[in-house]
């Protein structure tokens, strides 16, 4: 599995650098603003239904189903039952996204209700969404096919896939929008264009495997109806992380402007960890556990389980430290331009902080849910979402009068991380992962470990009004030698507390 999450995290890097490159590109050209902001709204609603639906709820659903049709089932019945989740889930989502068309003021409405006194950012926001809201048809055709990619170990073409999207939002800021009226729209087109470029690329692969779908609408087919069935719990236990996101989106259009900008960066900040680790660990976990479920093998379940999380330790850690004390510098090296201020830098900084607390909870979060999903378990999940959720709400009102966005971002974090022990603790109950020898020396060693890296991190990091100061390669030099010395520091403290490799073999030796 190893070579696996190295594949797919690799690929996520290349998609994550090209997004860093895409939001720089945001920041340099659009800056903080209400347009930004209406536009962020606008992509926000389409991506956080990908997220919930397409690669959230119908992945987590559809990986268990189908990789039990490709084991225990010929491969007329499996392409079968390809074709029937494809017509099925065409139509559906078809239909969602027409009336998402149709009613895109009422949905910014619901989800930004700060923006009904700004009349010309409802409408701003209004039109893009009427372009952004059908990659919600294109991508969720596009995680079908990932599916079923995933499922054959085809890994490396899914995670690629994003790629094309920053690609495309990149060529749309730097060349059509300077032939646009109102320049940030052509972000709009650049989604719209990626959601249909994505889906295309999938195709030749799926003909390779002979999976290529012919769409057949058949909603009463046995393993579709119980998708359908997983799907509905799902849809709040796999992607209560992003309804938290959406929550701080909504009460951050009541702040003031440029909120919901420093909320998003923060965000995208933080997403790069979480997709190279994260979101790797469980794409490649899901098929592995789905699989070792169906030949009824709990312990190669629980093992994998356990894998998992030493790795989430080993990376996540310091990855969360990295962007807890560079916080400033990062963000100051990336967005800061003529229209990202030095005050728009310090208030994404705060926010970036307390996003960063979460980092590991989010991880854990990804490694965690899969063993239910792979079980076809789809209500504790939810039980633990809903919990998790209205902590968040609760905490929402509570922070964010003293921390403003910023406190938005610690709730966030909180309720993350509550759902992440929630998860566990049930994997642990119900018997389904048994944690192997040394887990106490381990945590204390990579937590020493990460303590120096921090230190060493604050020491060279210096004060946020030096970066802030500097030109611009000045700073990219000195970040990239931060990195370049946080790494050497951090696998040398390893090595000095006695991590070594078998730790994260899976072995029982402590």
Not at 366 to 387: E, M, N
Not at 429 to 437: F, K, S
Not at 455 to 461: Q, S
């Amino acid at each position: 599995m190893l070579n696996s999450l190295v594949k797919v995290g690799s690929n996520t890097m290349v998609s994550r650098v090209l997004g860093f490159i895409r939001d720089l590109v945001f920041a340099h050209l659009f800056g903080a603003s209400a347009a930004t902001d209406a536009f962020f709204v606008a992509f926000k609603i389409p991506n956080f239904l990908r997220r919930l639906f397409a690669e959230g709820a119908f992945s987590v659903a559809f990986v268990p189903v189908l990789t039990e049709y490709k084991e225990k089932r010929g491969f007329s019945e499996l392409k079968l039952f390809v074709d029937h989740v494809a017509g099925t889930l065409g139509v559906v989502v078809l239909a969602v996204t027409l009336l998402g068309v149709i009613g895109a003021p009422y949905l910014i409405l619901v989800f930004a209700p700060g923006f009904i006194h700004e009349t010309e950012k409802l409408l701003l926001a209004s039109d893009m969404l009427r372009l952004t809201f059908p990659y919600l048809f294109f991508i969720s055709l596009t995680a079908l096919a990932g599916g079923i990619l995933n499922a054959h170990n085809r890994f490396g073409v899914p995670a690629f896939t994003p790629v094309l999207l920053n690609l495309s939002m990149i060529a749309c800021a730097l060349w059509l929008s300077p032939l646009l009226q109102r320049p940030v729209v052509a972000l709009a087109w650049g989604v719209l264009f990626a959601g249909i470029a994505q889906l295309l690329f999938q195709g030749p692969f799926l003909l390779q495997l002979k999976l290529l779908p012919r769409f057949r609408f058949a909603p009463k087919d046995a393993g579709v109806r119980r998708i359908g069935r997983l799907m509905l719990p799902a849809l709040f236990g796999v992607s209560v992380t992003q309804i938290n996101l959406l929550l701080d989106t909504l009460i951050a259009s009541f702040l003031i402007s440029g909120s919901i900008s420093w909320l998003y960066y923060s965000d995208r900040l933080m997403e790069f960890p979480l997709g190279v680790l994260g979101v790797a660990l469980g794409t490649v976990i899901l098929p592995s556990l789905s699989r070792t479920h169906a030949l009824e093998s709990s312990e190669g379940f629980s093992q994998t389980i356990d894998w998992a999380l030493r790795w989430a330790l080993l990376l996540g850690m310091p990855a969360a430290v990295g962007l807890f004390v560079l916080s400033g510098p990062i963000i100051s090296t990336l967005f800061q331009s003529k229209v990202f201020t030095a005050e728009d830098v310090a208030l994404a900084q705060r926010s970036l902080m307390a996003y960063s607390l979460g980092l590991v909870s989010f991880i854990l979060i990804k490694v965690l849910a899969p063993g239910y999903y792979a079980r076809q378990d789809t209500r504790t999940p939810v039980r633990i979402a809903v919990i998790a959720m209205a902590a968040n709400m609760g905490l929402n009102i509570i922070l964010v009068f003293p921390l403003a966005h910023a406190g938005l971002a610690l709730a966030t974090t909180l309720s993350a991380s509550l759902n992440a022990y929630l998860l566990w603790r049930g994997l642990c109950r119900q018997g389904v992962y048994l944690p192997q020898t040394g887990w106490p020396q381990l945590l204390l060693r990579v937590v020493a470990a990460n303590c120096l890296l921090a230190l060493a991190l604050y020491w060279g990091g210096g004060a946020l009004s030096e970066w802030t100061a500097a030109a611009t390669w000045e700073k990219v030099w000195r970040l990239l030698g931060l990195v370049l010395c946080g790494t050497i520091v951090y696998v040398a403290s390893l090595l000095l507390v006695g991590i070594r490799r078998y730790h994260f073999r899976g072995s029982t030796t402590a």
